[in-house]
């Protein structure tokens, strides 16, 4: 086995939902993803230091959807929106922002 088949292995159990994956619908359907919160809120919305936000990641296989910035992701009742996209051989990494505020 190559690396690279390994690597697309060992991510398709990192997704799985027994796993750490979890579904959401994304674009209004459903997708398993890997979900990680990390500031609520946190300050500025990703573009300036302006106002607060929510700041989360979340990993996709890259065989199940190609992201675009924009697409929303609804978990828990919270709309998250794809603000950055990093990509790799298997995985794209998306940074996502929610509960976007003016007021600091």
Do not use: C
């Not at 939902?17 to 959401?24: A, I, L, R, S, W």
């Not at 910035?69 to 051989?89: A, N």
């Amino acid at each position: 086995m190559h690396f690279k088949d390994q690597l697309i292995r060992d991510n398709i159990t990192f997704i799985n939902p027994t796993e750490f994956g979890e579904e959401v619908q994304y674009n209004n359907q459903p997708l398993t993803i890997v979900f990680q919160l990390i500031e609520v809120p946190r300050k500025g919305n990703g573009f300036s230091s302006e106002g607060v936000s929510d700041l989360a990641y979340a990993w996709i296989s890259a065989a199940e959807i190609t992201p675009q910035r924009g697409d929303s992701i609804e978990r828990e009742g919270v709309i998250w929106q794809v603000t950055r996209i990093l990509e790799s051989e298997s995985l794209y990494k998306l940074e996502l922002l929610a509960n976007e505020s003016p007021w600091g």
